[in-house]
């Protein structure tokens, strides 16, 4: 546990030091939220308003961007720099980095969620009617899944590069094709079909099930269960692949 505490706080520190990041968790949220939700002012999805729906799929398109686009590229990148082999020459174990980075991941995705929501409700009145409670397990879950997701991808990758095309093929669908946006079964049949075997899908769907209807694990048990298919996936495939260098 010693080792685990601290990696998480080295691994803060190297967040909290890369201005960018910083800024993005801030910022990128606030900016989402403010484009669509003003373009769809005043409009709804069934009986809830526009800006209640988009809540989930604003945080499913922060979630799956910062696992895949921001987590499984940086790691690549630091082992084709040569920081984890510096890291491999240290008591460090795999798994403990793994996870240290997962958590840190997952922390930075919250705290992006989380002011994606307020701001939701400030500037656009969105309303969560549902079970917070439910709410912020679903959220937990899910950006932990993504988070570890987004490390097995990096350790799949051969390099950088890879990983950053990788990413893009997989964020990019799932940015429009999940229900982020509108109604999955709005959709035409053969991207309604496409929606449904990506992973975000059951995020966004698990999500907006607990703060606008208060549904939880008993009644949404097949986007659950798969959320935590996704995570025991994710690191198991994360701790195989991972190397020390490229």
Do not use: H
Not at 9 to 15: I, P, Q
Not at 84 to 103: D, I, N, Q, Y
């Amino acid at each position: 546990m010693s080792a685990m505490a601290g990696q998480l706080r080295a691994e803060f520190v190297l967040v909290l030091r890369d201005k960018g990041v910083v800024t993005f968790a801030l910022f990128f949220p606030v900016l989402t939220i403010a484009f669509f939700g003003y373009l769809n002012r005043g409009g709804s999805v069934g009986d809830v308003s526009y800006a209640s729906f988009l809540i989930a799929g604003g945080v499913g398109m922060v979630v799956s961007s910062a696992a895949f686009e921001n987590l499984g590229v940086a790691l690549a990148r630091q082992r084709d720099d040569g920081i984890l082999k510096r890291l491999g020459g240290t008591p460090l174990r795999a798994g403990t980095l793994v996870g240290a980075k997962a958590l840190t991941a997952a922390a930075i995705i919250l705290v992006q969620a989380l002011v994606m929501i307020a701001m939701n409700v400030i500037l656009f009145g969105a309303r969560i009617t549902g079970s917070p409670g439910w709410g912020l397990a679903s959220l937990v879950l899910g950006t932990l899944a993504f988070a570890a997701l987004g490390l097995a991808l990096a350790g799949l990758s051969r390099n950088t590069d890879v990983a950053s095309a990788a990413a893009r093929a997989l964020s990019l669908p799932m940015q429009f094709l999940c229900g982020t946006l509108f109604p999955l079964d709005s959709m035409p049949p053969v991207l309604r079909q496409i929606g449904e075997v990506l992973p975000l899908t059951y995020f966004v769907n698990a999500f907006r099930g607990a703060i606008l209807l208060g549904q939880g694990p008993a009644d949404q048990p097949g986007d659950w269960l798969i959320l935590i298919g996704c995570l025991m996936a994710g690191l198991l495939v994360a701790v195989k692949t991972f190397r020390w260098e490229e």
